[in-house]
């Protein structure tokens, strides 16, 4: 399983237009080569370079099979065409770009084949929709990016 994107390779600099502090959009992603018996796939992003634990920046989930991927702009709603999104750790709904205090961070892109579809809501604690994506991940792929401020808003969010 491999997971992609258009707007960086892996590695690289996060374009500043996914950011907190310049668009605040999600960054189109693809993926290929899934398991044979996945069955819904689940996408989390995290800075774990974040003070004192790691950040969860977007959780998107009952993402189905036949789709290959999840475009630009993905809107901040509980639901998006039947694919949820949990909250992040603003406890907010959907994407939260990257948004450092300080120096550079890594941006952890992980894409979770899942062997059911999740039957929880995505009001449901973090740490439980988490918890539920990783004991049902049969493969995962992940893409890492990475992002340094170029502003103060970071500071004041």
Not at 2 to 31: H, R, T, V
């Amino acid at each position: 399983m491999e997971l992609l994107s258009k707007a960086f390779n892996q590695g690289d600099i996060i374009p500043s237009k996914y950011s907190y502090e310049a668009g605040n959009i999600s960054p189109p992603l693809e993926w290929n080569s899934l398991p044979k018996n996945t069955k819904s796939l689940a996408l989390i992003l995290e800075d774990p370079d974040a003070p004192m634990f790691s950040w969860t920046h977007w959780i998107i989930y009952n993402i189905p099979i036949t789709q290959t991927n999840l475009p630009e702009g993905i809107p901040p709603e509980k639901e998006v065409k039947g694919i949820k999104q949990g909250f992040n750790s603003w406890k907010k709904t959907g994407y939260g770009g990257p948004c450092p205090p300080w120096g550079v961070h890594r941006y952890i892109f992980k894409l979770y084949a899942l062997d059911t579809e999740l039957e929880i809501g995505p009001e449901a604690p973090k740490s439980e929709l988490v918890n539920q994506i990783k004991n049902h991940a049969i493969s995962e792929a992940k893409l890492v990016g990475k992002y340094k401020s170029e502003y103060d808003k970071c500071f004041t969010r």
